[in-house]
């Protein structure tokens, strides 16, 4: 049962467009991710977030942009889609404190599609 | 940097047989926790075991099971009795204990087809 929730779940969008992807959370989660997968699967870190007010960018660089405002809530946004930004993207989140020792729970995946 | 290593792109495996699927990684750290993750097709990624570096008993979940090899820094996931839903991509992670704010990083993923 998922507790970290991601709309839309697909997204067909033309190019030039922005559009905010969204990823929330109720499991009081402080430490979020951005990961892109594209059709080899391979994840890429594109964002992170220890806490509000805390972004940092990950190990892809990205176009996009995101903001953590409240500690439930990590949206994804892009000014200006692309064909290039085509991909799926899903989101995670990791429990408070040091240690990882439970890894992440992941949302569902946004599958964006720029024509 | 630590890394992540799935040398096998796809597995195949008959139902109701075993499968194993390799996973090495390289770190210079001595205490961290390794994952397998399961993505089926076009549905969440979930965690399916996990293990701590610190603990030489290999983890165990049903039928998933893993073979911890810490010295030759080896991770392996073995399913028993194959079923059609195991089909999915597998993803072997790893994950410092150490520093706070820890990430995980993830290993480029093995494809796991189950036959009839």
């Known amino acids: 049962e998922a507790d970290i929730y991601q709309t839309p779940r697909y997204l067909v969008i033309g190019t030039g467009k922005k559009i905010t992807l969204e990823c929330s959370q109720t499991?009081?989660?402080?430490?979020m991710y951005w990961y892109q997968q594209d059709p080899g699967m391979e994840l890429h870190l594109i964002h992170y977030?220890?806490?509000?007010?805390?972004?940092e960018k990950g190990d892809l660089s990205s176009e996009s942009t995101v903001s953590r405002i409240r500690t439930e809530h990590f949206p994804l946004t892009l000014e200006s889609a692309r064909p290039s930004h085509t991909s799926q993207y899903l989101c995670?989140?990791?429990?408070?404190?040091?240690?990882?020792?439970?890894?992440?729970?992941f949302g569902s995946g946004t599958r964006l599609t720029v024509v | 940097a630590q890394t992540v290593t799935q040398s096998q792109p796809e597995m195949s495996v008959q139902e109701a047989e075993t499968v194993t699927l390799s996973c090495t990684y390289d770190?210079?750290?001595?205490?961290?926790?390794l994952f397998w993750y399961k993505q089926p097709p076009s549905r969440q990624m979930i965690l399916v075991i996990r293990?701590?570096?610190?603990?030489?008993q290999n983890a165990t979940e049903n039928r998933f099971s893993v073979n911890f090899q810490k010295a030759a820094k080896s991770f392996s996931l073995k399913i028993s009795d194959s079923q059609l839903g195991d089909a999915a991509m597998y993803f072997c992670?790893?994950?410092?204990?150490?520093?706070?704010?820890?990430?995980?990083?993830f290993g480029t993923g093995t494809q796991l087809k189950v036959e009839l």
């Open positions: 995670a989140s990791s429990e408070p404190g040091q240690g990882g020792r439970y890894g992440y729970t």
């Open positions: 992670a790893y994950r410092s204990r150490l520093g706070w704010g820890n990430k995980l990083t």
């Open positions: 770190t210079s750290e001595s205490d961290y926790y």
């Open positions: 977030s220890y806490g509000v007010n805390s972004t």
């Open positions: 499991m009081g989660h402080d430490k």
């Open positions: 293990q701590e570096a610190y603990k030489q």
